[in-house]
């Protein structure tokens, strides 16, 4: 199959977002003197580093202290307690130093936690599981103020790697529905899409730990063939339907970006590797080549055929 990508360039793609993945991270931990065992054990369970490049600062905020820090760290996040202890003015001092900081709390009045310690409440995460606070608020809220250290983030914390693969894959689905609905001439847009959702697999392969050197060629367009395999067949099912061409735009180049990327999240976390991925990529292509044949015998509900299709994997 010849794909419409330069798969040198995707090879390179690939060794580019191993680099990405090494890069050092630096977080420094302002915990209250006050702040609940539970949540503490969390962020100790959570924000263990599994290499050299990540490096935590960890110190206790008492009363009447004010802790300072390095303007070099990634992100500064603070456990609240009581609000006594000082952790305000260590938090608004990092502020003052442009380092993005977070304020997680174990509670469920994320409002009332912000006005307590006077820290933004974009910036304030509360949660009454403490695993969760840590788990799902503090993993997105790091996807989205790091986003040129997250693919190193997945790689040191394992808790990070859904967060950042997702955001990988929402702003390839939004980038590729752009490119859709601007593209005039049919198919011009299958090179800019392919080449989006190529670089898009690479980046959830490397948040789950796939290394993706030049030595694993073959598997990486093994996949990108896969994958660009599957978006052909079902845009051909789309463009038996009258009237579709919105989902052939809007479609195939958001949903289908979607449903391609929620694929590779899928079967990463469930322990595929590249291989595996590819294979699933080509028993999805099967049975969409089947759909298109049984179109041909029998009338179909069109929402019917673009579930089908969009939420297959």
């Keep these: 199959m010849r794909l419409p990508i330069d798969v040198f360039d995707t090879v390179r793609s690939g060794t580019q977002i191993q680099k990405e993945r090494e890069k050092p991270v ?6 209250e003197f006050d702040a609940p065992d539970e949540l503490v054990e969390s962020v100790r369970e959570h924000l263990r580093p599994a290499s050299a490049g990540a490096r935590l600062h960890i110190e206790v905020a008492e009363p009447g202290t004010k802790l300072m820090v390095d303007p070099s760290a990634d992100a500064v996040v603070g456990i609240a307690g009581s609000g006594k202890g000082g952790l305000s003015e260590s938090l608004a001092a990092a502020r003052e130093r442009a380092v993005p900081t977070a304020l997680v709390a174990l509670a469920e009045d994320r409002d009332g936690v912000a006005r307590r310690f006077d820290h933004p409440l974009l910036d304030t995460l509360a949660n009454e599981d403490p695993s969760e606070a840590v788990a799902l608020e503090l993993g997105d809220w790091l996807s989205m103020r790091i986003p040129a250290k997250r693919l190193a983030l997945a790689h040191n914390f394992a808790f990070m790697r859904r967060a950042v693969a997702l955001e ?12 859709g609905a601007v593209t005039i001439i049919p198919g011009a847009d299958m090179p800019l899409m392919t080449a989006n959702q190529a670089k898009m697999v690479l980046q959830i392969a490397a948040a789950y730990g796939e290394v993706l050197g030049a030595e694993r060629a073959k598997e990486l367009l093994g996949v990108v063939g896969g994958a660009f395999a599957f978006r052909t067949a079902a845009r051909q099912v789309v463009g038996m339907v009258p009237g579709f061409g919105w989902a052939i735009k809007g479609g195939i180049g958001y949903t289908g970006t979607l449903a391609m990327g929620y694929a590779a999240i899928k079967y990463f976390e469930g322990g595929v590797d590249l291989e595996g991925l590819k294979r699933r990529f080509d028993t999805l292509r099967a049975q969409v080549a089947s759909r298109r044949r049984s179109l041909s015998e029998a009338p179909t509900d069109e929402i019917e055929i673009a579930e089908e299709i969009h939420t297959g994997v």
């Design 26 to 31: 630096r977080i420094a931990v302002f915990v």
């Design 168 to 179: 990988h894959v929402r702003n390839t689905a939004l980038q590729n529905a752009l490119i």
